[in-house]
């Protein structure tokens, strides 16, 4: 068995690439692709017939690969399927990173996985509450109950749109520009940073279309989305680099850090950098500049 380090509920999650968790070729050596997370599908990659050698094929992999620090997660089928309690049961005694919630259209729906979760833990001898969870909102009632989802569960680290199902709902199709998910992405944006909680977008999934690609990354960038789901490595590096910093930022960044850390010693919550009032309430923004920056491979110093 390769012995994973805890996960750590937040952490940069730029990228989430869905694999399937039926073909050990393809998620055996994922971690080389540079993904911050990798998405081990046992929901629509996998045929009906095909869940219990999916499931197989998931707990040898989560068993006998080192993935390094590339976060693994694991969508489970929806609660309306026979499928998930297994599902469940496979990803923590495997000691999968976290379990992605498909078609969640409820707190209850978080806290049924939840106590499920947890009992797996206990059965399996897992650390109680290591494993994380996230939620996609496939569903206009997803959308409108997303402040609930968010906060069902301490173990939730985040919410994912997913924008095949969700335009299906509305009845219509993919849009240049967006605008056919411009409203749920901005009310699943505000209860997911209502609540603390990360928050992701779909994937874009025609890969000719790299031009259409890039300016949707942009766009989740400019509306505060903290990553994007991915289904090709080749889409990886064009995220990072679009989320990426800029010197600029990078600069103001350590600045603000530093001052926090000095003044703090001094008692001082509020003063001046760059003429600019600064309080606590900068901080959180400044130190996730930082990490992107190192992820980034564009910081190298000692903050």
């Given at each position: 068995?390769?012995?994973?380090?805890?996960?750590?509920?937040?952490?940069?999650?730029?990228?989430?690439?869905?694999?399937?968790?039926?073909?050990?070729?393809?998620?055996?050596?994922?971690?080389?692709?540079g993904v911050d997370s990798i998405m081990?599908?046992?929901?629509?990659?996998?045929?009906?017939?095909?869940?219990?050698?999916?499931?197989?094929?998931?707990?040898?992999?989560?068993?006998?690969?080192?993935y390094g620090d590339t976060e693994v997660?694991?969508?489970?089928?929806?609660?309306?399927?026979?499928?998930?309690?297994?599902?469940?049961?496979?990803?923590?005694?495997?000691?999968?990173?976290?379990?992605?919630?498909?078609?969640?259209?409820?707190?209850?729906?978080?806290?049924?996985?939840?106590?499920?979760?947890?009992?797996?833990?206990?059965?399996?001898?897992?650390?109680?509450?290591?494993?994380?969870?996230?939620?996609?909102?496939?569903?206009?009632?997803?959308?409108?109950?997303?402040?609930?989802?968010?906060?069902?569960?301490?173990?939730?680290?985040?919410?994912?749109?997913?924008?095949?199902?969700?335009?299906?709902?509305?009845?219509?199709?993919?849009?240049?520009?967006?605008?056919?998910?411009?409203?749920?992405?901005?009310?699943?944006?505000?209860?997911?940073?209502?609540?603390?909680?990360?928050?992701?977008?779909?994937?874009?999934?025609?890969?000719?279309?790299?031009?259409?690609?890039?300016?949707?990354?942009?766009?989740?960038?400019?509306?505060?989305?903290?990553?994007?789901?991915?289904?090709?490595?080749?889409?990886?590096?064009?995220?990072?680099?679009?989320?990426?910093?800029?010197?600029?930022?990078?600069?103001?960044?350590?600045?603000?850090?530093?001052?926090?850390?000095?003044?703090?010693?001094?008692?001082?919550?509020?003063?001046?950098?760059?003429?600019?009032?600064?309080?606590?309430?900068?901080?959180?923004?400044?130190?996730?500049?930082?990490?992107?920056?190192?992820?980034?491979?564009?910081?190298?110093?000692?903050?």
């Amino acid at each position: 068995m390769i012995p994973r380090p805890k996960p750590e509920r937040f952490r940069l999650r730029r990228t989430m690439m869905f694999m399937n968790a039926q073909k050990p070729g393809l998620i055996k050596d994922a971690y080389i692709y540079g993904v911050d997370s990798i998405m081990l599908d046992l929901e629509d990659a996998v045929a009906e017939n095909q869940k219990d050698a999916a499931r197989f094929s998931l707990y040898h992999a989560l068993k006998t690969i080192d993935y390094g620090d590339t976060e693994v997660i694991v969508r489970i089928n929806g609660l309306d399927t026979p499928h998930w309690q297994e599902d469940i049961r496979v990803c923590v005694a495997g000691g999968a990173d976290g379990i992605r919630i498909a078609k969640c259209e409820s707190a209850q729906d978080v806290k049924t996985v939840e106590e499920a979760t947890l009992a797996a833990e206990r059965e399996f001898g897992v650390e109680e509450g290591r494993t994380l969870l996230m939620a996609a909102l496939e569903s206009p009632k997803g959308i409108l109950n997303a402040y609930e989802i968010c906060t069902a569960s301490d173990r939730l680290f985040g919410v994912a749109i997913s924008g095949g199902d969700f335009r299906k709902c509305m009845q219509v199709g993919v849009v240049p520009g967006g605008i056919e998910m411009l409203a749920a992405r901005g009310q699943m944006l505000l209860a997911a940073r209502a609540a603390g909680v990360q928050c992701f977008d779909t994937v874009f999934t025609d890969l000719d279309d790299m031009e259409g690609f890039l300016a949707e990354v942009k766009q989740n960038k400019e509306m505060g989305f903290d990553g994007k789901s991915l289904i090709n490595p080749k889409q990886i590096t064009a995220v990072h680099q679009i989320f990426a910093p800029t010197q600029k930022e990078i600069a103001a960044a350590e600045k603000i850090v530093r001052a926090m850390r000095e003044n703090a010693d001094k008692g001082i919550g509020v003063f001046t950098v760059d003429g600019k009032m600064i309080d606590l309430a900068f901080l959180p923004g400044a130190e996730r500049t930082i990490k992107l920056a190192k992820a980034s491979g564009l910081y190298e110093g000692d903050l």
